[in-house]
């Protein structure tokens, strides 16, 4: 790779997205300098630990390390006089006092460093933003920044996904970047070669849009929009099988051989949640509100709605299941000992952030039961997020003596979990299998009662 004809990199923020993507630039041969206002993450990142769970970024951090290519610092001086293009990977998330984003860490991260700039540069937002933000940022660099200097911003929204976070970054399925001049375009396209002479070499492209502001920032947007609707149809869907005994994973499958449709987040199941899904969609429904186009997108509130009803759907099938009344205040489940398999939001990620699986085990504790979870990587977060529960250090542990298992999130050691051995831990063979990730059947001959989303009873 030739190092000196590359820009020197920062990234602004190390959470899921900065950190991998400092560790990936490094790996594509960029001087990669990470920043946080967090102290512990960026000692842990110096360190070589990455302070999150996301298979095959420990190796790729510790190799870049080693290889002098890659910093973590907290200085945002050293940021500014390290290197030429800035991307801004803060977090957005939901405002407390509605559903807008909140916007006060980038405009903290900008802020800071532009009145610290001596050469020219870039400034490029990866962060998830409402529509005009971009614009905003530049006003903003206007105030803190020498304007001799011609400091410029770009918005290149990012679309990784997480657990598949490395792959996603060194192999991305397209770039979006939204720019206002030649100058910035050329900026981006040196900050990306490395992506695409990696693809270059692999006999692949990798799409290049270039975009005003507004489109940029809209794309990501709308990504969202359309994974999370593609999600809420089919628990639509599935709650009209639930009501007509009719079996909608068969359903999904039918319909998803047409490859108008695919079958891909075609899963009925739990729902969506993590860090981004549920808290994107509320964000681009108000900022369209202010915008004068809230009509437009009404229907993301009703995308938001057949979500958070699957999680109560779990609550009224484990009161079935415990043989329990539901009354107007929900069902009464005080005495019973439930094991909730899942925290995360997803596999293969650490993620508890507005995650189903946690939001379910809450609200069954809240209707009285005693809920133990068990995550394979989620635990730490997950007592953070919800102390009240008790948590188990296995599989094992967490199901043994209980009278309803709830997956929750669809982890291979539960999904190959061996039904015969766990019957004989339980106090009652009955399973919800919140994420239709199980063999019913294989269940079922091992003595349970099994209950699907949006499946008739096996
Ligand atoms: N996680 C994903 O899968 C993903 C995917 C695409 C887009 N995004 C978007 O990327 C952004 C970041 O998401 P995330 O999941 O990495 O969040 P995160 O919470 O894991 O990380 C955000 C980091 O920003 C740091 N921070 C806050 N203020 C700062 C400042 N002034 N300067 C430097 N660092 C600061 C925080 O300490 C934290 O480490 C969000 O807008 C999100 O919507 C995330």
């Known amino acids: 790779?030739?190092?000196?004809?590359?820009?020197?990199l920062s990234f602004l923020g190390t959470g899921y997205l900065g950190a991998t993507y400092a560790v990936c630039f490094a790996e594509l041969g960029y001087e990669v300098l990470g920043f946080d206002i967090d102290e512990a993450k960026i000692a842990k990142l110096a360190g070589g630990q990455v302070p999150?769970?996301?298979?095959?970024?420990?190796?790729?951090?510790r190799r870049n390390l080693a290889?002098?290519?890659?910093?973590?610092?907290?200085?945002?001086?050293?940021?500014?006089?390290?290197?030429?293009?800035?991307?801004?990977?803060?977090?957005?998330p939901q405002r407390p006092d509605g559903m807008s984003a909140d916007l006060s860490y980038v405009e903290s991260a900008v802020a800071h460093l532009a009145p610290l700039l001596r050469r020219r540069a870039l400034i490029v937002g990866k962060s998830t933003v409402p529509v005009g933000t971009a614009a905003w940022v530049e006003q903003l660099v206007a105030k803190h920044a020498d304007p001799a200097l011609a400091v410029e911003v770009a918005w290149s929204p990012e679309f990784l996904q997480e657990g598949y976070?490395?792959?996603?970054?060194?192999?991305?399925?397209?770039?979006?970047a939204g720019v206002?001049?030649?100058?910035?375009?050329?900026?981006?396209?040196?900050?990306?070669?490395g992506v695409f002479d990696l693809a270059a070499t692999e006999d692949r492209e990798v799409p290049l849009l270039i975009t005003d502001f507004a489109t940029a920032e809209l794309v990501k947007v709308a990504a969202n929009a359309f994974l999370a609707t593609k999600i809420s149809f089919i628990n639509a869907m599935a709650e009209v099988c639930e009501v007509a005994g009719a079996d909608v994973t068969l359903l999904a499958r039918a319909i998803g051989y047409d490859p108008r449709i695919g079958h891909r987040f075609l899963q009925a199941g739990l729902g969506f949640g993590g860090g981004c899904l549920p808290k994107d969609i509320r964000a681009f429904q108000a900022r369209a509100q202010e915008l004068?186009?809230?009509?437009a997108l009404r229907f993301l509130h009703e995308m938001d709605l057949i979500n958070i009803r699957r999680r109560g759907r779990v609550l009224n099938l484990a009161a079935a299941l415990l043989?329990?009344?539901?009354?107007?205040?929900?069902?009464?489940?005080?005495?019973?000992?439930?094991?909730?398999?899942?925290?995360?939001?997803?596999?293969?990620?650490?993620?508890?952030r507005d995650a189903p699986s946690l939001a379910v085990a809450a609200a069954l504790r809240a209707a009285g039961a005693h809920v133990r979870v068990y995550d394979p990587e989620g635990m730490d977060n997950a007592r953070l997020a919800q102390p009240a529960l008790d948590y188990a250090p296995t599989l094992e542990a967490a199901v043994t003596g209980v009278a309803l298992?709830?997956?929750?999130?669809?982890?291979?050691?539960?999904?190959?979990?061996?039904p015969v051995v766990l019957g004989e831990l339980v106090s009652g063979r009955a399973v919800i299998d919140g994420r239709n990730c199980l063999d019913p059947e294989q269940w079922v001959r091992a003595g349970w009662t099994y209950r699907g989303m949006g499946r008739p009873p096996a």
């Not at 790779?1 to 020197?8: D, E, S």
């Not at 539901?326 to 925290?343: F, M």
């Not at 298992?405 to 061996?418: I, S």
């Open 1 to 8: 790779m030739p190092g000196v004809m590359l820009p020197r």
């Open 52 to 61: 999150f769970h996301e298979p095959g970024l420990d190796d790729l951090l």
């Open 67 to 92: 290889a002098g290519r890659l910093r973590f610092s907290t200085s945002y001086a050293e940021v500014a006089d390290f290197a030429e293009v800035h991307f801004i990977c803060v977090g957005t």
């Open 165 to 176: 976070a490395v792959e996603d970054v060194l192999r991305p399925n397209r770039i979006v």
């Open 180 to 193: 206002r001049s030649e100058w910035a375009r050329d900026r981006l396209h040196a900050a990306h070669k």
């Open 292 to 295: 004068g186009a809230g009509e």
């Open 323 to 352: 043989d329990r009344p539901v009354g107007p205040a929900g069902p009464d489940l005080s005495g019973t000992l439930v094991a909730v398999l899942g925290a995360s939001f997803k596999p293969n990620s650490d993620d508890v």
């Open 405 to 418: 298992v709830v997956v929750a999130t669809e982890w291979a050691e539960f999904r190959n979990a061996d």
